[in-house]
């Protein structure tokens, strides 16, 4: 996508290793979009009483990967330790919206894809924050 | 990405094309992501005061596309009006966006790639658009 | 609030009527958080099954006004065709939240309420509206 | 605010103490849109290569307290692991962004305001984080 480009191009880029980002931001990218694309799957199905807990968890887990994804975006004068906080926050809402959607997952194939990506954000969430973590106690 | 597989398993999808939409979502998540990360480069440039114009209409468009882009990969009994007025509205904030970026395109690359992606979302936003006002006049 | 104070002191103001502007902004947040509120309410009534239409247009008018609010806010170097773009499109979204809510309104007094406010946020968009397509005619 | 009353009509309210919950999205309302509104003014200020640490900070807690003014605002189903952790998240970008803004409270009376609303907001997560724990060890 484009904005990896523009992210390569910043004057003063930080030194968190660059690709742990890129591969963050384009998961909560996408995460985020599932998730808003899995909730509305949801409340349209014909058992939508029993999604009510997906439908919840999927639209927290868009806000939280669509706030850290933004954050993990700006390179300027980063505050690290905010930075680790998202990324647990946003770990913590992947694992919720995860684990959910794998309860519905054998009759909804949409919670199925959706929690295969939300496991693929945390993944990354968790690598950033490892790296950003390491960076914090160098400081 | 993911959530293209996550809208075409939705039980009832919308009627409006959806190789049109999910064009439109992803350009609009591009889009977004990308004028967060220009306004963060404009902002850590050293002729930062002339790029105060960049970096506030980029921060209006990530809003706009944000907010579209969530509205178009809803499916669930649409407003066929609203979608056209936040379609509207992003086209707007892509025009706006692309031409300062474009002013600025010479001297600082993330505004030359930034205008591009603008354009792009613009286009798709446009595309959808007269698709769905054709489907109210059906209505 | 607190934040109509900050945009008191922003060193070079738009010279959009103040007062219209803090009212729209002050209605996007509160219908943004009340359109959030109505469709996780309704999502958890007995009847969700006919709320599926709140749900998703209360979800589409949260977006909408949350990205107008914050466009709203800011004041540097504003674009005057995009303003008014954002400002049809949360109007648009208001109306449709708004009629949804009020077909409600009789078994769901979160519906009924929540129909009050998108009124009141389709108000001073409308009015913000008409300042700004008279300053763009004067420019 | 309207959305106040809504949150009461919720037909299955969870047991976290409510005026804990009210405190919270209302600060979280006010710090995101002070935020937004401090970063605006910042960037036009003649001094605004200063300023690019509250710029990209103030930018980061308006996300943050977007994203967790939502997800404390449902009710339904929740996550309080995923509650706590987006408290945290949220408590931190109000630190960064109160200490930054703080350092510029002397010659920039916007920043001065800022920092006072994002301690306030600040406060009402950490008190809800302290609630949420316990409620979590008690399940």
Redesign the interface.
């Given at each position: 996508?484009?904005?990896q480009?523009?992210?390569k191009?910043?004057?003063?880029p930080t030194s968190l290793d660059r690709d742990a980002r890129l591969r963050c931001?384009n998961e909560c990218?996408?995460c985020a979009?599932?998730c808003?694309?899995?909730a509305?799957?949801s409340?349209?199905?014909?058992d939508?009483?029993d999604l009510?807990?997906v439908?919840?968890?999927c639209?927290?887990c868009?806000?939280?990967c669509?706030?850290t994804?933004?954050?993990v975006?700006?390179?300027?004068?980063?505050?690290l330790?905010?930075l680790?906080?998202?990324l647990?926050?946003c770990?913590?809402?992947c694992?919720?919206s995860a684990e959910e959607c794998e309860r519905h997952a054998a009759h909804h194939?949409?919670c199925r894809?959706?929690a295969?990506?939300c496991r693929r954000c945390k993944k990354t969430c968790d690598d950033l924050l490892a790296i950003t973590v390491v960076e914090t106690n160098n400081e």
């Amino acid at each position: 996508m484009t904005f990896q480009e523009i992210i390569k191009l910043h004057p003063r880029p930080t030194s968190l290793d660059r690709d742990a980002r890129l591969r963050c931001i384009n998961e909560c990218l996408d995460c985020a979009a599932s998730c808003t694309a899995c909730a509305d799957a949801s409340q349209s199905e014909t058992d939508v009483e029993d999604l009510v807990r997906v439908i919840r968890l999927c639209l927290d887990c868009a806000d939280a990967c669509g706030a850290t994804g933004r954050i993990v975006t700006r390179q300027s004068a980063p505050d690290l330790r905010l930075l680790a906080a998202a990324l647990e926050a946003c770990s913590a809402a992947c694992l919720a919206s995860a684990e959910e959607c794998e309860r519905h997952a054998a009759h909804h194939e949409h919670c199925r894809v959706c929690a295969e990506i939300c496991r693929r954000c945390k993944k990354t969430c968790d690598d950033l924050l490892a790296i950003t973590v390491v960076e914090t106690n160098n400081e």
